[in-house]
């Protein structure tokens, strides 16, 4: 198993049972107040309320991989399906559906995300809503000029001649051979999904009730000298996340790659 693989998986398995390796509200504040590192019991610090680093960002990443997971499969659903749609009819079918592609493409995610959560109010469904509305486009471009280049394939044909319904053979036939390009795109809209989602958590627009890594940077801002952990850990915490998100699309890209192989 590679290393970038191995670490995703761990940070998934910490998210998990995050509640159960330190039990109770990340949220809750002590008298202990911007503590270092390795003080009094607390392994990465406190901050201002003196909650502890380690529980918020052990919580905060449930919110963030949940986001991300959740918009991305969304967006994937929504992406192949119109994709599919597209590229199986052709024709007038398919420029409606990437006239309305290319219009959602158009828009500024992290803009538009800002003034629906605002005059919507925050809410992780709300955020993930957004998120996979506007995501969905570039999958569905993607698998539209996959399945346009295999609807004429020889093994298609077979198919239909074996009496086959189009919905089957897109399903059974076509989709699993575009699965590696659409598998990559996936694993990147998750890396954007989190970025996306700890922006709105910076500007203080994601869920007050929730530890986040956005909201975590938000109340660093005005300690950035005074106390640096605060700052520190959920920044890297974003930035890997992000980063082996990347490297695990760039590892499915090269394992379906029959010349990486």
Not at 75 to 82: H, N, P, R
Not at 131 to 141: C, E, K, S, Y
Request: hydrophobic share 60%.
């Amino acid at each position: 198993m590679r290393p970038p693989l191995l670490a995703l998986l761990m940070l998934l398995l910490c998210a998990i049972l995050a509640p159960w390796i330190i039990p109770g509200d990340p949220l809750a504040g002590s008298a202990d107040a911007l503590l270092a590192p390795l003080q009094s019991g607390h392994t990465l610090g406190t901050d201002d309320l003196g909650r502890d680093m380690l529980a918020m960002l052990l919580h905060g990443s449930r919110v963030s991989l949940m986001v991300g997971l959740a918009s991305s499969a969304c967006a994937l659903l929504v992406g192949v399906l119109a994709g599919a749609v597209a590229g199986w009819h052709g024709g007038w079918v398919d420029a409606l559906v990437m006239r309305i592609a290319e219009f959602f493409q158009t828009l500024p995610r992290f803009v538009l995300a800002l003034i629906v959560i605002a005059l919507a109010g925050p809410g992780i469904g709300k955020v993930i809503i957004v998120i996979a509305v506007l995501a969905w486009p570039q999958t569905a471009r993607v698998v539209r000029a996959e399945i346009g280049a295999l609807r004429q394939a020889a093994f298609v044909d077979a198919a239909r001649l074996a009496g086959m319904p189009d919905w089957l053979i897109v399903l059974r036939e076509v989709l699993p051979q575009i699965a590696g390009p659409v598998l990559v795109l996936a694993a990147l809209d998750v890396a954007t999904a989190i970025l996306l989602e700890a922006g709105l958590g910076f500007f203080g627009l994601g869920d007050p009730n929730l530890a986040s890594w956005g909201a975590m940077l938000n109340q660093a801002q005005q300690y950035l000298r005074a106390a640096w952990w605060m700052s520190m850990f959920p920044g890297l915490a974003i930035g890997l996340t992000v980063l082996l998100f990347n490297l695990l699309g760039d590892a499915v890209a090269q394992h379906l790659d029959p010349r990486g192989r």
